[in-house]
């Protein structure tokens, strides 16, 4: 604040002889003022994700909620500040967040207090949970001992776990940390390990970025949020109207002379590829219906490269564009690269039956030699179970990295459908409108954003008809949504190919 005072004092000085950049001047300090505001705000924002929270609620053994006490960021660190909020409290949960992206902490059912000495806790646990920004929750379980210490000349500290006392008080370090006690650090004494040791779980060393304390409380944590953390229409029959005739509407761009625009699905088995194409047809059918095989099986209920095109009732007439559906992806036992850069570029015919064994070939039966626009795909989806997301196996993820690397390395923009949303949240499940203020809705679209390393915003939630038997306004509006996002960047490459020809045809004049 006194920093703001100079500067508000500063620029008032200024306006005097340079009335005429008044409004500039004060523009210029609204913005200041807001930047400022914005650190504090941030200073002030909690660490701890709700995944985070979920996982040790587990741990702990009952549903949970947290409550920020002490932030070290905030508060300083200061031994007085730290009793002040945490003293008698109950039941905490103290967060270190080391400089090397380790995440560790533990958990105390005894309240912090500022005399004891030793005490034991027999409930208290060590944990990790992210390992150099990986999610790598273990938790480590007391043993036997004095678990924790009480003192006023302390702050949290677990026998193997210590942070800061009268000793080590200092400010933040000039490269932004807090260096915080090692002695005993995971040392295994008064807890179990399981083969861990400093090195493993904190690289060694103790200097945290932040350190948080979190009061523990019975109840349910909360999945509804105030407000939505992604702007949507209105969830009516209006707005389901005007995307249903903007999709239904849809053209390609002109100038590229193309009857259709081809979407690509891809995703692994079971994640709701079929089921998507089967939503589509049946809101512009108006009713259930089921074009592609759809269900629970071992492998890949997807046997061949299909492309399907939607007909509108109401005009007898295809739409503009053909969603196209590929094999499941799965452990040892998913499509070949080669099989999907031919996909890619059009080279594969509709129809297209893959072959787990061998790759195709210039010389597979209906090969399209020289493809053109029309032939190939001008958007790729990646279609993601939201429940499963946390135990994807690293080579399901591993090909998932692959394939997007063929698309990136063609231009083709990508976006990711998520996926059985009311199997995660029952706040969904209840009530599909409810998807934009679920906070484990927004939790999972950030960690497949993280996956296919693409932009939140491209990540878009959808709800596949699988229980109903009728057709719902919430989930034809969510379908929607994500089909004319799909049309849009289909746009998008075909401009990017439209400018491309007309560069080279220049080139080729110019030459001439």
Same mark, same amino acid.
């Given at each position: ?20 950049? !008044? #409004? ?160 005993? /650090? ?25 350190? *948080? ?40 761009? *002109? ?63 295809? /739409? ?27 080279? /594969? ?19 399209? !030699? ?20 946390? %135990? ?11 394939? !997007? ?13 998520? #996926? ?9 499940? !209840?009530? %599909? ?60 490459? /075909? ?18």
């Amino acid at each position: 604040m006194m920093h703001l005072t100079r500067l508000m004092k500063y620029i008032k000085l200024q306006i005097t002889f340079q009335n005429r950049y !008044k #409004t500039t001047y004060y523009s210029f300090l609204q913005f200041l003022c807001m930047h400022i505001c914005l650190k504090g705000i941030e200073s002030m924002a909690e660490l701890l994700t709700r995944k985070d929270k979920k996982q040790i609620s587990q741990w702990i053994g009952r549903d949970s909620q947290f409550e920020l006490l002490y932030k070290i960021s905030r508060d300083g660190m200061s031994l007085q500040r730290f009793h002040e909020l945490c003293d008698d409290k109950g039941p905490t949960v103290t967060i270190f967040y080391n400089t090397d992206s380790n995440v560790y902490g533990g958990y105390l059912s005894d309240s912090w207090g500022s005399t004891g000495g030793w005490c034991t806790d027999q409930r208290s646990f060590l944990f990790k949970l992210h390992s150099a920004g990986n999610w790598k929750p273990v938790m480590f379980p007391y043993a036997s001992g004095h678990s924790h210490y009480k003192s006023g000349n302390n702050g949290p500290w677990f026998h193997s776990l210590p942070s800061f006392n009268s000793d080590s008080i200092t400010n933040k370090s000039a490269e932004g940390y807090y260096a915080l006690y090692i002695c005993s /650090l995971f040392d295994g004494q008064r807890y179990n390990m399981k083969g861990e040791t400093a090195q493993s779980v904190a690289n060694g060393h103790n200097n945290v970025t932040d350190l *948080e304390v979190y009061l523990v409380k019975d109840g349910l944590p909360d999945e509804e949020m105030e407000s939505p953390w992604r702007d949507s229409s209105e969830w009516n029959s209006q707005t389901f109207q005007e995307l249903k005739e903007c999709v239904a509407n849809y053209e390609p761009l *002109e100038e590229m002379k193309i009857p259709e625009v081809n979407i690509l699905l891809i995703g692994q088995v079971g994640a709701g590829k079929s089921s998507f194409l089967n939503t589509i047809n049946s809101i512009f059918k108006g009713g259930i219906s089921s074009r592609a095989c759809t269900g629970s099986a071992e492998n890949s209920l997807t046997k061949s490269f299909e492309k399907f095109r939607i007909r509108d009732p109401s005009t007898k007439k295809y /739409l503009r564009f053909r969603i196209c559906d590929t094999r499941g992806m799965e452990e040892g036992l998913s499509i070949k690269s080669e099989d999907l850069g031919f996909i890619l570029d059009g080279n /594969l015919p509709n129809h297209y039956t893959f072959n787990p064994v061998e790759k195709a070939s210039t010389k597979t039966p209906g090969f399209v !030699k020289e493809p053109t626009v029309k032939d190939r795909i001008h958007v790729v989806v990646f279609v993601l179970d939201g429940s499963t997301l946390d %135990v994807l196996s690293e080579g399901v993820v591993s090909k998932l990295k692959d394939i !997007k690397s063929l698309v990136v390395d063609r231009g083709i923009p990508q976006l990711a459908f998520l #996926t059985k949303m009311d199997k995660i949240c029952e706040t969904v499940n !209840k009530d %599909v409108s409810k998807m934009f203020t679920s906070s484990v809705v927004e939790d999972a679209v950030n960690k497949a954003a993280d996956i296919i390393a693409i932009p939140r915003s491209h990540v878009l939630p959808v709800k596949n008809y699988e229980k109903e038997s009728q057709l719902k306004t919430d989930i034809n509006i969510l379908a929607l949504t994500a089909l004319r996002q799909s049309l849009m960047f289909a746009d998008d490459f /075909l401009e990017n190919q439209y400018e491309l020809e007309q560069e080279n045809s220049q080139t080729l004049n110019t030459r001439d």
